[in-house]
T-cell receptor, first 117, second 110 residues
Framework: GAVVSQHPSRVICKSGTSVKIECRSL??????MFWYRQFPKQSLMLMAT?????????EQGVEKDKFLINHASLTLSTLTVTSAHPEDSSFYIC?????????????FGPGTRLTVL | GQQLNQSPQSMFIQEGEDVSMNCTSS?????WLWYKQDPGEGPVLLIA?????ELTSNGRLTAQFGITRKDSFLNISASIPSDVGIYFC??????????FGAGTRLTVKP
């Protein structure tokens, strides 16, 4: 199997606070995880690629100091939204890459709904 | 970067009808994946295709990896109400780079 969990599933916070979201691959190791953001009725927008033991690679336009990513182990990546503002409210989804012999497949977590008041 | 064109954007069909959607690209991919996303959930992998020309089924779902490696289609036969959701295609290049289509929103009327 390939199960990816996210925690929390839903979080409401006050403006100015920081929020940490965890992404775990439960039954496989993932050297690479991805963080996406999704607005209502839109596709997945890749924010950053998280590599175990090294710095994350951010997509153009994504502030690395605002969205801190840490991939400390082969089964865990965290996304911290620092000094959150209402415009950061969104659905955040992580995925983990399961590496096979010559193919790579991404498995997604269930998502985290962030609401910043 | 590579762009994926997914169509149609939305479909409204009657229960029992067959559905077809596709993705095309100007670039070559080594992997084509199809996901389904229910409201408030993360995408769930439906079918993974790893070889040009490959035709794979998963229950009522059938997907094919185009021979040119630039396209893929997903068919759903005899649709049922629980098929409702957004379907995404994704093309991968084996270097941690995966591109997603904009999604096809499927509505099934009982």
């Amino acid at each position: 199997g390939a199960v990816v969990s996210q925690h929390p599933s839903r979080v409401i916070c006050k403006s100015g606070t920081s929020v940490k979201i965890e992404c775990r691959s439960l039954d496989f190791q993932a050297t690479t995880m991805f963080w996406y953001r999704q607005f209502p009725k839109q596709s997945l927008m890749l924010m950053a690629t998280s590599n175990e033991g090294s710095k994350a690679t951010y997509e153009q336009g994504v502030e690395k100091d605002k969205f801190l990513i840490n991939h400390a182990s082969l089964t865990l990546s965290t996304l911290t939204v620092t000094s959150a503002h209402p415009e950061d409210s969104s659905f955040y989804i992580c995925s983990a890459m399961k590496v096979a012999v010559s193919t790579d497949t991404q498995y997604f977590g269930p998502g985290t709904r962030l609401t910043v008041l | 970067g590579q762009q994926l064109n997914q169509s149609p954007q939305s479909m409204f069909i009657q229960e029992g009808e067959d559905v077809s959607m596709n993705c095309t690209s100007s670039s070559i991919f080594n992997t084509w994946l199809w996901y389904k996303q229910d409201p408030g959930e993360g995408p769930v992998l439906l079918i993974a295709l790893y070889k040009a020309g490959e035709l794979t089924s998963n229950g009522r779902l059938t997907a094919q990896f185009g021979i040119t490696r630039k396209d893929s289609f997903l068919n759903i036969s005899a649709s049922i109400p629980s098929d409702v959701g957004i379907y995404f295609c994704a093309g991968g290049t084996n270097n941690n780079d995966m591109r997603f289509g904009a999604g096809t929103r499927l509505t099934v009327k009982p």
